[in-house]
């Protein structure tokens, strides 16, 4: 995948504690960023007591999944009217714990499903057409477990089976990205737990040309709540302006003390390395 220009400015602009900080940031910097976000933002209560789905919002059969992903090009109308949105509704784990939540239309919940910002202003058939929606529940698999989560069910004139969403208001509710706020992408794109100590990272990054080999070294920073993972290129770019090149590579790294319960953030996105990519949000 190729990689955003960040990775390759030698300046980098950034607002930390009212201060302008100019020149590339080190791994330090950012692991240093990343832990006080964490700790400041409310994304370390949301990720403990809050609603944090870790796989898709949006279940499907098998058949209909197919006949969208076979599509180059293709909207969502809606074609029927729509019930009434509830105020609020329940999340109730397997635990026994529950949430309030607030609740989102049909409608967005059919935009969501859109490559687009909106539904598709589409005139011919390519449109999937919503004829109806009913607000029912899904099970969702989540940080704190399976949960019975509010859905909107929607069926469509043109695709063999319904599209279930859930109806959570996730922008009201609170995520731990929206919490974390305006990011980098990141480094880090996956782990692998080899033992209570050992991890295998993943990591991409970006060089100025095919050419270039930079060496690359994966970073830690072990605190009693996270573990911070990053890499440091050691490739001198000078004032160098570059399309960009994607690489990716692989590394074990070896911890302090065991991971445990410990989340494990990338530096440069200060995110929960989990919510993107298959990596486990629990060394168990």
Same mark, same amino acid.
Do not use: C, H, K, Q
């Given at each position: 995948m190729l990689r955003l220009l960040v990775t390759l400015l030698a300046v980098t602009l950034l607002v930390s504690d009212g201060h302008l900080l100019i020149g590339q940031l080190t791994f330090d910097d950012h692991a240093a960023r990343a832990v006080r976000t964490w700790r400041t933002s409310g994304a370390a209560e949301i990720w403990r007591d809050g609603f944090v789905p870790v796989e898709g919002l949006s279940k499907m059969p098998r058949d209909v999944e197919m006949q969208i992903s076979s599509d180059e090009e293709y909207g969502f109308a809606v074609a029927g009217p729509l019930p009434a949105t509830p105020d609020e509704a329940w999340i109730r784990w397997d635990d026994g714990s529950t949430m309030r939540v607030p609740v989102i239309g049909a409608r967005r919940a059919l935009v969501a499903?859109?490559?687009?910002?909106e539904e598709a202003s589409v005139k011919d058939d390519r449109a999937y057409k919503m004829t109806a929606a009913t607000f029912t529940t899904m099970r969702v698999r989540t940080l704190r477990g399976m949960a019975t989560v509010p859905a909107w069910r929607m069926s469509f004139s043109n695709l063999p089976g319904a599209v279930d969403h859930i109806a959570v208001d996730l922008a009201t509710a609170g995520t731990v990205e929206d919490a974390v706020g305006r990011h980098l992408p990141a480094d880090?794109?996956?782990f692998e737990v080899l033992d209570e100590r050992t991890l295998r990272v993943s990591y991409?990054?970006?060089?100025c040309s095919s050419r270039d080999r930079p060496a690359v070294r994966? @970073?830690?920073?072990? @605190?009693r709540d996270v573990v911070v993972l990053g890499i440091e290129v050691q490739e001198h770019i000078g004032s160098r302006l570059c399309?960009?090149?994607? @690489?990716s590579g692989a590394d074990v790294v070896r911890l302090g003390q065991p991971l445990g319960a410990r989340v494990v953030l990338d530096a440069k996105s200060r995110l929960p390395v989990c919510l993107h990519s298959s990596a486990p949000c629990h060394a168990g």
């Open positions: 499903l859109s490559p687009y910002d880090v794109t996956g991409e990054y970006g060089v994966p @970073r830690t920073d072990e @605190r399309a960009g090149v994607g @690489r």
